[in-house]
Nanobody, 117 residues
């Protein structure tokens, strides 16, 4: 059974930091491109950052310089370090994995991030 389980969300003040984790099980994590997406209330889900199997990263403009995506294939885990958080970063954050072999795609259940004073 394939599972992507996010953790690390919570309530943080503006300017604060959080580190999200995405623990994968049931898949060979190293052959999956990984990404973090988010969905704010009333808005569509949007890409935040992606990382390929080879470690190449891509960020949406509004998080560049603040967020860092990384992965540890030995631990089957992906990460999103979020610094200098803003209220507009408030959303449910989802982990995504796509196989570079089959194209099969999986999503986590999401973790809530709330940035508020």
């Amino acid at each position: 059974q394939v599972q992507l389980v996010e953790s690390g969300g919570g309530l943080v003040q503006p300017g604060g930091s959080l580190r999200l984790s995405c623990a994968a099980s049931g898949i060979r994590f190293s052959i999956y491109n990984m990404g973090w997406y988010r969905q704010a209330p009333g808005k569509q889900r949007e890409m935040v950052a992606t990382i390929t199997t080879g470690g190449r990263t891509n960020y949406v403009d509004f998080v560049k310089g603040r967020f860092t995506i990384s992965r540890d294939n030995a631990k089957n885990t992906g990460y999103l370090q979020m610094n200098s958080l803003k209220p507009e970063d408030t959303a449910v954050y989802y982990c995504n994995a796509v196989s570079v072999v089959s194209g099969r795609e999986y999503w986590g259940q999401g973790t809530q991030v709330t940035v508020s004073s």
